[in-house]
């Protein structure tokens, strides 16, 4: 990440054109974003997190980040002094239907307003916060060299099928050392890890109108099936009821 500045963590709300962003920054408070429209992906040195429309990511106080949105993207952002998730590191949020519209009304109001009606809105929408379950929408960054090239040979070409063997081929590892540097770099399997990826891929091909069949052959599903059942695992609905 090039670029390293404060920027203060604002409630409101700003849209981003297709492919922008805001580049590498931190915030002095804890910060709720959320893509009310199209799909954001929140990166940290540590990863990158992606939030469509059924999630919202917690970036604590202090963390270098930096956002980009896929298709037209609505960002909206709650500024927190205090930290009602007790977590300190960045996560994602299943956003229902009632916390979805409650940070729509919340971030369309105006910041440090001092109102009681505002008051009781943001009280609401702390409960419902805190009731939100964490759901894994997270693609870490791997440390090692040799794992980290065969990471980007996949990033490159989502639909590569090759195995974790014929991949430590080309990169010049073996499959048994690349699997315990998943464990530990990553925190998760390899298969685990290029499911994260290519569902990444797939949310950005989505939000730029690609169609579902041509979303699931390129980022390496059997079918298109498959790759409906995958998506909506992880995210609760079909991507064709997102797009809708």
Not at 92 to 99: G, H, N, T
Request: aromatic share 6%; net charge neutral; proline share 5%.
């Amino acid at each position: 990440m090039p670029e390293t500045r404060q920027r203060p963590a604002t409630t409101g709300h700003r849209p981003i054109e297709a492919g922008g962003g805001i580049e590498a920054h931190w915030h002095d408070r804890h910060q709720i974003v959320y893509a009310g429209r199209g799909v954001l992906s929140v990166t940290t040195d540590a990863g990158s997190w992606v939030a469509p429309a059924t999630r919202a990511i917690w970036i604590p106080a202090g963390t270098l980040h930096q956002h980009r949105a896929y298709g037209e993207t609505t960002l909206h952002t709650v500024g927190l002094q205090e930290n009602p998730l007790a977590l300190d590191v960045p996560s994602a949020l299943v956003v229902s239907p009632l916390l979805r519209e409650l940070l729509l009304a919340y971030t369309s109001g105006e910041d440090g307003a001092d109102s009681a009606e505002r008051e009781r809105l943001r009280g609401v929408l702390l409960d419902q916060l805190q009731q939100s379950d964490q759901r894994a929408t997270y693609r870490p960054a791997a440390r090692d060299p040799k794992l980290a090239a065969v990471c980007e040979l996949l990033r490159r070409d989502p639909a590569d099928s090759r195995t974790l063997a014929e991949l430590g081929w080309e990169v010049g590892a073996s499959e048994r050392t690349l699997s315990r540097l998943c464990k530990a770099d990553l925190g998760m399997s390899f298969p685990q890890w290029r499911t994260q990826l290519r569902l990444h891929e797939a949310l950005r091909l989505l939000a730029e109108g690609e169609s579902v069949t041509r979303v699931a052959h390129s980022t390496g599903w059997a079918s298109a099936s498959a790759f409906i059942d995958t998506f909506r695992r992880a995210f609760g609905h079909t991507p064709g009821s997102r797009r809708a």
